[in-house]
Protein backbone atom coordinates (compact mmCIF):
# COMPACT_ATOMS: atom_id res chain seq x y z
CA UNK A 1 0.00 0.00 0.00
CA UNK A 2 1.35 3.33 -0.72
CA UNK A 3 1.40 4.92 2.74
CA UNK A 4 4.15 2.56 3.88
CA UNK A 5 6.14 4.33 1.26
CA UNK A 6 8.44 7.51 1.17
CA UNK A 7 6.36 9.85 -0.86
CA UNK A 8 7.07 13.45 -1.97
CA UNK A 9 4.94 15.98 -3.36
CA UNK A 10 6.77 19.10 -5.36
CA UNK A 11 4.93 21.95 -6.59
CA UNK A 12 5.82 23.76 -9.19
CA UNK A 13 4.89 27.42 -8.28
CA UNK A 14 7.95 29.24 -10.00
CA UNK A 15 5.50 30.41 -13.23
CA UNK A 16 4.80 34.32 -13.46
CA UNK A 17 1.08 34.07 -14.66
CA UNK A 18 1.36 36.93 -16.84
CA UNK A 19 -1.66 36.34 -18.46
CA UNK A 20 -3.55 35.91 -14.75
CA UNK A 21 -2.90 39.75 -14.03
CA UNK A 22 -2.40 40.58 -10.55
CA UNK A 23 0.30 42.51 -8.37
CA UNK A 24 1.76 39.32 -7.47
CA UNK A 25 1.60 35.56 -9.36
CA UNK A 26 -1.13 33.73 -9.80
CA UNK A 27 -0.57 31.03 -7.87
CA UNK A 28 -0.63 33.47 -4.83
CA UNK A 29 -3.86 35.21 -5.76
CA UNK A 30 -7.21 34.55 -3.88
CA UNK A 31 -9.60 31.87 -5.13
CA UNK A 32 -13.20 32.30 -3.13
CA UNK A 33 -10.83 34.64 -0.31
CA UNK A 34 -8.05 31.53 0.16
CA UNK A 35 -4.30 32.34 -1.47
CA UNK A 36 -4.17 29.70 -4.53
CA UNK A 37 -0.87 28.28 -3.40
CA UNK A 38 -2.79 27.37 0.24
CA UNK A 39 -5.53 25.87 -1.16
CA UNK A 40 -3.29 23.66 -3.30
CA UNK A 41 -0.89 22.60 -0.23
CA UNK A 42 -4.16 21.90 2.15
CA UNK A 43 -5.63 19.30 -0.47
CA UNK A 44 -2.41 17.31 -0.29
CA UNK A 45 -2.38 17.90 3.29
CA UNK A 46 -5.05 16.79 4.09
CA UNK A 47 -4.88 13.76 2.52
CA UNK A 48 -2.18 12.13 4.85
CA UNK A 49 0.20 9.96 2.38
CA UNK A 50 2.74 12.71 1.48
CA UNK A 51 6.01 12.75 3.82
CA UNK A 52 7.85 15.50 1.87
CA UNK A 53 6.42 18.62 0.63
CA UNK A 54 8.68 20.68 -1.84
CA UNK A 55 7.28 24.69 -3.32
CA UNK A 56 9.34 25.56 -5.82
CA UNK A 57 9.16 29.13 -5.76
CA UNK A 58 10.64 32.23 -8.34
CA UNK A 59 13.31 34.11 -6.47
CA UNK A 60 10.99 37.31 -5.76
CA UNK A 61 8.56 35.08 -4.12
CA UNK A 62 10.57 32.50 -1.81
CA UNK A 63 9.60 33.93 1.27
CA UNK A 64 5.76 34.74 0.77
CA UNK A 65 6.12 31.08 -0.49
CA UNK A 66 7.29 30.22 2.84
CA UNK A 67 4.63 32.14 4.63
CA UNK A 68 1.65 30.64 2.88
CA UNK A 69 3.05 26.87 3.49
CA UNK A 70 3.48 27.92 7.24
CA UNK A 71 -0.31 29.19 7.07
CA UNK A 72 -1.23 26.24 5.55
CA UNK A 73 0.41 24.34 8.83
CA UNK A 74 3.22 23.18 6.61
CA UNK A 75 6.52 24.83 8.64
CA UNK A 76 8.81 22.02 7.68
CA UNK A 77 7.95 22.48 3.83
CA UNK A 78 11.17 22.71 1.87
CA UNK A 79 10.99 26.21 -0.43
CA UNK A 80 13.23 26.28 -3.39
CA UNK A 81 14.11 28.70 -5.93
CA UNK A 82 13.10 27.68 -9.37
CA UNK A 83 14.45 28.57 -12.73
CA UNK A 84 13.71 29.86 -16.03
CA UNK A 85 11.47 26.97 -17.25
CA UNK A 86 9.31 24.72 -15.61
CA UNK A 87 11.59 21.38 -16.13
CA UNK A 88 14.22 23.45 -14.27
CA UNK A 89 12.17 24.46 -11.42
CA UNK A 90 10.85 20.67 -10.98
CA UNK A 91 14.61 19.20 -11.62
CA UNK A 92 15.54 21.80 -8.26
CA UNK A 93 12.66 20.45 -6.43
CA UNK A 94 13.58 17.02 -7.11
CA UNK A 95 17.14 17.55 -6.19
CA UNK A 96 15.75 19.32 -2.67
CA UNK A 97 14.17 15.99 -1.97
CA UNK A 98 15.85 13.94 0.81
CA UNK A 99 17.20 10.53 -0.30
CA UNK A 100 14.74 8.46 1.45
CA UNK A 101 11.69 9.57 -1.07
CA UNK A 102 10.66 7.15 -3.18
CA UNK A 103 8.05 8.34 -5.03
CA UNK A 104 7.49 12.09 -6.28
CA UNK A 105 4.32 13.54 -7.20
CA UNK A 106 4.49 16.52 -9.32
CA UNK A 107 1.97 19.19 -9.55
CA UNK A 108 0.59 22.71 -10.22
CA UNK A 109 0.60 24.82 -8.02
CA UNK A 110 -2.48 26.68 -10.10
CA UNK A 111 -4.31 23.50 -9.74
CA UNK A 112 -6.42 23.92 -6.19
CA UNK A 113 -9.32 21.64 -7.17
CA UNK A 114 -7.34 18.47 -7.49
CA UNK A 115 -10.12 15.59 -6.09
CA UNK A 116 -8.37 13.13 -2.54
CA UNK A 117 -9.62 10.36 -5.47
CA UNK A 118 -7.37 11.54 -8.08
CA UNK A 119 -4.70 11.84 -5.60
CA UNK A 120 -5.83 8.19 -4.41
CA UNK A 121 -5.86 6.84 -7.83
CA UNK A 122 -2.42 7.92 -8.67
CA UNK A 123 -0.71 6.97 -5.90
CA UNK A 124 -2.24 3.22 -5.93
CA UNK A 125 -1.27 3.36 -9.87
CA UNK A 126 2.35 4.72 -9.72
CA UNK A 127 3.31 1.97 -7.11
CA UNK A 128 2.79 -0.61 -10.06
CA UNK A 129 3.15 1.35 -13.45
CA UNK A 130 6.24 3.54 -11.74
CA UNK A 131 5.29 6.45 -14.19
CA UNK A 132 1.46 8.22 -14.01
CA UNK A 133 0.10 10.94 -15.65
CA UNK A 134 -3.82 11.82 -15.17
CA UNK A 135 -5.98 13.38 -17.77
CA UNK A 136 -9.48 13.89 -19.94
CA UNK A 137 -10.66 13.28 -22.98
CA UNK A 138 -11.03 16.84 -25.02
CA UNK A 139 -14.39 18.17 -25.55
CA UNK A 140 -13.75 20.15 -28.74
CA UNK A 141 -12.46 19.21 -31.84
CA UNK A 142 -8.56 19.93 -32.23
CA UNK A 143 -7.43 20.76 -35.65
CA UNK A 144 -3.77 20.54 -36.46
CA UNK A 145 -2.07 23.28 -38.84
CA UNK A 146 1.09 22.24 -40.38
CA UNK A 147 3.11 24.28 -42.48
CA UNK A 148 5.07 23.97 -45.72
CA UNK A 149 8.89 22.78 -44.91
CA UNK A 150 10.04 26.82 -46.93
CA UNK A 151 7.18 28.50 -45.21
CA UNK A 152 8.64 30.23 -41.52
CA UNK A 153 6.22 31.99 -40.80
CA UNK A 154 3.42 31.82 -38.64
CA UNK A 155 -0.25 31.89 -39.50
CA UNK A 156 -1.77 35.52 -39.48
CA UNK A 157 -2.51 36.80 -35.72
CA UNK A 158 -0.20 34.50 -34.35
CA UNK A 159 3.08 34.88 -33.31
CA UNK A 160 5.77 31.92 -32.89
CA UNK A 161 5.88 33.39 -28.81
CA UNK A 162 1.94 33.42 -28.91
CA UNK A 163 -0.15 30.39 -27.86
CA UNK A 164 -3.25 31.74 -26.31
CA UNK A 165 -4.53 33.18 -29.37
CA UNK A 166 -6.59 31.62 -31.92
CA UNK A 167 -4.69 31.07 -35.02
CA UNK A 168 -6.15 32.36 -38.59
CA UNK A 169 -4.40 29.56 -41.48
CA UNK A 170 -4.51 30.66 -44.76
CA UNK A 171 -3.44 29.23 -48.02
CA UNK A 172 0.14 28.15 -46.72
CA UNK A 173 -0.61 25.99 -44.40
CA UNK A 174 -2.14 22.55 -44.37
CA UNK A 175 -5.09 22.11 -41.52
CA UNK A 176 -5.87 18.31 -40.25
CA UNK A 177 -8.74 17.67 -37.76
CA UNK A 178 -7.03 15.02 -35.34
CA UNK A 179 -9.18 11.88 -33.87
CA UNK A 180 -10.27 12.96 -30.80
CA UNK A 181 -10.82 9.03 -29.37
CA UNK A 182 -7.08 8.88 -29.49
CA UNK A 183 -6.37 12.28 -27.71
CA UNK A 184 -5.98 13.05 -24.07
CA UNK A 185 -5.70 16.39 -22.46
CA UNK A 186 -2.91 15.95 -19.77
CA UNK A 187 -2.95 17.25 -16.50
CA UNK A 188 -1.16 16.61 -12.76
CA UNK A 189 -0.65 15.26 -10.67
CA UNK A 190 1.81 13.28 -12.71
CA UNK A 191 4.09 10.74 -10.75
CA UNK A 192 7.08 8.85 -10.72
CA UNK A 193 9.47 6.29 -9.05
CA UNK A 194 12.13 8.79 -7.99
CA UNK A 195 14.97 7.28 -9.57
CA UNK A 196 13.22 6.85 -13.10
CA UNK A 197 12.11 10.70 -13.15
CA UNK A 198 15.33 11.48 -12.33
CA UNK A 199 16.85 9.44 -14.82
CA UNK A 200 14.45 11.18 -17.73
CA UNK A 201 15.25 14.21 -16.66
CA UNK A 202 19.19 13.81 -16.59
CA UNK A 203 18.74 12.23 -20.27
CA UNK A 204 16.50 15.34 -20.84
CA UNK A 205 19.49 17.56 -19.73
CA UNK A 206 21.71 16.02 -21.75
CA UNK A 207 20.30 16.16 -24.80
CA UNK A 208 18.69 19.29 -24.66
CA UNK A 209 14.59 17.93 -25.29
CA UNK A 210 12.22 18.87 -22.50
CA UNK A 211 8.83 17.81 -24.06
CA UNK A 212 6.10 19.48 -23.28
CA UNK A 213 5.44 18.14 -19.24
CA UNK A 214 6.84 15.56 -16.66
CA UNK A 215 5.57 12.57 -18.54
CA UNK A 216 7.20 13.23 -21.91
CA UNK A 217 10.42 12.81 -20.23
CA UNK A 218 9.58 9.63 -19.41
CA UNK A 219 8.51 8.51 -22.90
CA UNK A 220 11.60 9.96 -24.11
CA UNK A 221 13.60 7.39 -22.55
CA UNK A 222 11.20 4.52 -24.01
CA UNK A 223 9.51 3.34 -20.49
CA UNK A 224 5.79 3.03 -21.21
CA UNK A 225 3.32 5.57 -19.03
CA UNK A 226 0.63 5.07 -17.36
CA UNK A 227 -2.58 7.13 -18.09
CA UNK A 228 -5.28 7.30 -15.95
CA UNK A 229 -8.73 9.39 -15.63
CA UNK A 230 -8.45 12.78 -14.41
CA UNK A 231 -11.25 15.55 -14.00
CA UNK A 232 -12.67 18.53 -16.09
CA UNK A 233 -12.83 20.18 -12.27
CA UNK A 234 -9.56 19.74 -11.83
CA UNK A 235 -8.74 23.04 -14.11
CA UNK A 236 -5.10 24.81 -14.05
CA UNK A 237 -6.23 28.30 -13.40
CA UNK A 238 -4.41 30.47 -16.08
CA UNK A 239 -6.65 33.32 -16.87
CA UNK A 240 -9.15 35.19 -14.98
CA UNK A 241 -12.22 33.41 -16.51
CA UNK A 242 -10.53 30.03 -15.34
CA UNK A 243 -11.38 31.72 -11.62
CA UNK A 244 -14.59 30.40 -9.80
CA UNK A 245 -16.50 33.59 -10.26
CA UNK A 246 -16.43 35.61 -6.41
CA UNK A 247 -18.43 38.02 -5.02
CA UNK A 248 -17.70 40.61 -2.17
CA UNK A 249 -19.75 43.69 -0.63
CA UNK A 250 -18.45 46.58 0.66
CA UNK A 251 -19.41 49.56 2.74
CA UNK A 252 -18.24 53.01 2.91
CA UNK A 253 -19.10 55.93 4.92
CA UNK A 254 -17.44 59.68 5.16
CA UNK A 255 -18.86 62.91 6.75
CA UNK A 256 -17.34 66.36 5.64
CA UNK A 257 -18.39 70.06 7.69
CA UNK A 258 -19.93 72.82 5.67
CA UNK A 259 -18.06 76.08 5.87
CA UNK A 260 -18.31 79.51 4.33
CA UNK A 261 -15.31 79.95 1.01
CA UNK A 262 -15.42 76.28 -0.13
CA UNK A 263 -17.12 74.66 -3.22
CA UNK A 264 -20.25 72.22 -3.00
CA UNK A 265 -19.23 69.49 -4.94
CA UNK A 266 -20.87 65.96 -4.89
CA UNK A 267 -19.98 63.05 -7.23
CA UNK A 268 -17.76 65.47 -9.11
CA UNK A 269 -20.88 67.90 -9.54
CA UNK A 270 -20.41 71.44 -8.55
CA UNK A 271 -23.49 72.61 -6.95
CA UNK A 272 -24.31 76.32 -6.12
CA UNK A 273 -24.47 76.72 -2.18
CA UNK A 274 -23.34 79.39 0.17
CA UNK A 275 -21.25 77.11 1.97
CA UNK A 276 -18.96 74.09 0.92
CA UNK A 277 -17.61 71.32 2.20
CA UNK A 278 -14.24 70.93 4.44
CA UNK A 279 -11.40 69.05 3.57
CA UNK A 280 -7.66 68.44 2.15
CA UNK A 281 -9.12 67.47 -1.25
CA UNK A 282 -12.29 68.49 -2.82
CA UNK A 283 -14.13 67.02 0.07
CA UNK A 284 -16.58 65.24 -2.40
CA UNK A 285 -18.38 63.12 0.82
CA UNK A 286 -20.50 60.96 -2.23
CA UNK A 287 -17.23 60.07 -3.90
CA UNK A 288 -15.22 59.25 -0.65
CA UNK A 289 -17.85 56.77 0.61
CA UNK A 290 -17.84 55.19 -2.48
CA UNK A 291 -13.74 54.68 -2.67
CA UNK A 292 -14.24 53.41 0.53
CA UNK A 293 -16.97 50.64 0.04
CA UNK A 294 -15.00 49.65 -3.22
CA UNK A 295 -11.29 49.25 -1.18
CA UNK A 296 -13.14 47.88 1.68
CA UNK A 297 -14.87 45.01 -0.49
CA UNK A 298 -11.72 43.89 -2.33
CA UNK A 299 -9.71 43.95 1.04
CA UNK A 300 -7.55 46.99 -0.22
CA UNK A 301 -7.28 48.82 2.72
CA UNK A 302 -9.19 52.53 2.63
CA UNK A 303 -8.79 55.84 1.51
CA UNK A 304 -6.71 57.34 4.16
CA UNK A 305 -4.58 54.88 3.22
CA UNK A 306 -4.08 54.99 -0.72
CA UNK A 307 -4.58 59.15 -0.64
CA UNK A 308 -3.59 60.63 2.93
CA UNK A 309 -4.34 64.23 3.87
CA UNK A 310 -0.85 64.95 4.89
CA UNK A 311 0.28 64.60 0.95
CA UNK A 312 0.24 67.85 -0.58
CA UNK A 313 -0.35 65.79 -4.01
CA UNK A 314 -3.94 65.42 -2.76
CA UNK A 315 -4.51 68.86 -2.00
CA UNK A 316 -7.82 70.06 -3.72
CA UNK A 317 -7.42 67.37 -6.17
CA UNK A 318 -10.63 66.54 -7.75
CA UNK A 319 -12.03 63.09 -5.90
CA UNK A 320 -13.69 61.78 -9.17
CA UNK A 321 -9.51 61.24 -10.08
CA UNK A 322 -8.58 59.63 -7.06
CA UNK A 323 -11.84 57.45 -7.86
CA UNK A 324 -10.17 56.57 -11.22
CA UNK A 325 -7.15 55.39 -9.07
CA UNK A 326 -9.22 53.07 -7.27
CA UNK A 327 -10.46 51.62 -9.91
CA UNK A 328 -7.08 50.64 -11.50
CA UNK A 329 -6.32 49.09 -8.42
CA UNK A 330 -9.38 47.08 -8.22
CA UNK A 331 -8.81 45.77 -12.10
CA UNK A 332 -4.83 45.06 -11.36
CA UNK A 333 -6.28 43.14 -8.38
CA UNK A 334 -8.48 41.16 -10.90
CA UNK A 335 -12.00 42.76 -9.64
CA UNK A 336 -14.83 44.64 -11.15
CA UNK A 337 -17.99 46.59 -9.64
CA UNK A 338 -20.88 45.19 -10.27
CA UNK A 339 -23.03 48.28 -9.08
CA UNK A 340 -22.63 50.85 -6.51
CA UNK A 341 -25.90 52.61 -4.17
CA UNK A 342 -25.17 55.70 -2.22
CA UNK A 343 -27.15 57.33 -0.21
CA UNK A 344 -26.69 61.18 0.73
CA UNK A 345 -27.45 63.00 4.14
CA UNK A 346 -28.02 66.40 3.50
CA UNK A 347 -30.79 69.20 4.74
CA UNK A 348 -30.25 71.48 1.81
CA UNK A 349 -29.76 72.22 -0.81
CA UNK A 350 -32.23 69.88 -2.75
CA UNK A 351 -30.07 67.59 -4.70
CA UNK A 352 -32.58 65.71 -6.41
CA UNK A 353 -31.86 67.85 -10.10
CA UNK A 354 -27.78 66.55 -9.55
CA UNK A 355 -28.34 62.63 -8.95
CA UNK A 356 -28.80 62.57 -12.92
CA UNK A 357 -24.99 64.06 -13.30
CA UNK A 358 -23.60 62.15 -10.32
CA UNK A 359 -24.26 59.15 -11.57
CA UNK A 360 -23.08 59.97 -14.62
CA UNK A 361 -19.83 60.75 -13.47
CA UNK A 362 -19.41 57.70 -10.95
CA UNK A 363 -20.31 54.97 -13.79
CA UNK A 364 -17.67 57.30 -15.55
CA UNK A 365 -14.77 56.66 -13.76
CA UNK A 366 -15.50 53.48 -12.84
CA UNK A 367 -16.26 52.40 -16.39
CA UNK A 368 -19.17 50.96 -15.98
CA UNK A 369 -22.79 51.91 -17.14
CA UNK A 370 -24.83 54.56 -15.05
CA UNK A 371 -27.52 52.33 -14.27
CA UNK A 372 -25.47 50.76 -12.29
CA UNK A 373 -24.63 53.63 -9.89
CA UNK A 374 -27.56 54.70 -8.07
CA UNK A 375 -27.09 58.01 -6.18
CA UNK A 376 -29.95 58.49 -3.79
CA UNK A 377 -30.77 61.97 -1.34
CA UNK A 378 -32.38 62.44 2.24
CA UNK A 379 -32.29 64.96 4.79
CA UNK A 380 -32.94 64.25 8.45
CA UNK A 381 -35.74 65.86 9.63
CA UNK A 382 -33.89 68.76 10.74
CA UNK A 383 -32.14 66.35 13.38
CA UNK A 384 -28.60 66.20 14.18
CA UNK A 385 -25.60 68.04 12.48
CA UNK A 386 -27.25 67.26 8.94
CA UNK A 387 -29.99 68.70 9.87
CA UNK A 388 -28.44 71.57 11.22
CA UNK A 389 -27.03 71.83 8.23
CA UNK A 390 -23.09 72.06 9.92
CA UNK A 391 -22.32 68.57 7.40
CA UNK A 392 -23.02 66.37 4.85
CA UNK A 393 -22.71 62.46 5.01
CA UNK A 394 -22.61 59.63 2.65
CA UNK A 395 -23.51 56.39 2.88
CA UNK A 396 -22.30 53.76 0.14
CA UNK A 397 -22.51 49.84 -0.71
CA UNK A 398 -20.83 48.11 -3.26
CA UNK A 399 -20.82 44.58 -5.36
CA UNK A 400 -17.40 43.54 -7.05
CA UNK A 401 -17.01 40.20 -9.06
CA UNK A 402 -13.78 38.54 -9.54
Same mark, same amino acid.
Given at each position: ?????? *??? *?? &?????????????? %?? @?? $?????????????????????????????? =??????????????????????????????????????????? @?????????????????? =???????? @??????????????????????????????????????????????????????? *??????????? !??? $?????? &????????????????????????????? !??????????? %????????????????? !????????????????????? =?????? #???? =?????????????? #?????????????????? %?????????????????? &???????????????????????????????????????? %?????????????????????
Amino acid at each position: MYRDRT *IAV *IL &AAAGSGTRMGGRVP %KQ @YQ $LIEGIPMLIRTLVRFRDHGAFDVFCVVADR =DNLALAKEMADRAGLPDALVVEGGAQRHESVYRGLLALPPEVE @YVVIHDAARPFVSEKIID =DTLEQVLS @YNAVVVGVPPKDSVLTLRAPADSLRAPSGLSPETTDIPPSCDGDWAAAYLNRQEL *IQVQTPQAFRR !ELY $LAAMEQ &AIESGSFGTDDGSLILQIGTPLRVIPGSY !ENIKITTREDR %KMETRIGNGFDVHRLVP !ERRLILGGVEIPHETGLLGHS =DADVLT #HAVM =DALLGAAGLGDIGQ #HFPDSDDAYRNISSLLLL %KRVEALLREEGWTVENID &ATLLCQRPKLAGYRKRMEENLAEALFIDPERVSVKATTTE %KLGFVGREEGIACSAVCLLHG
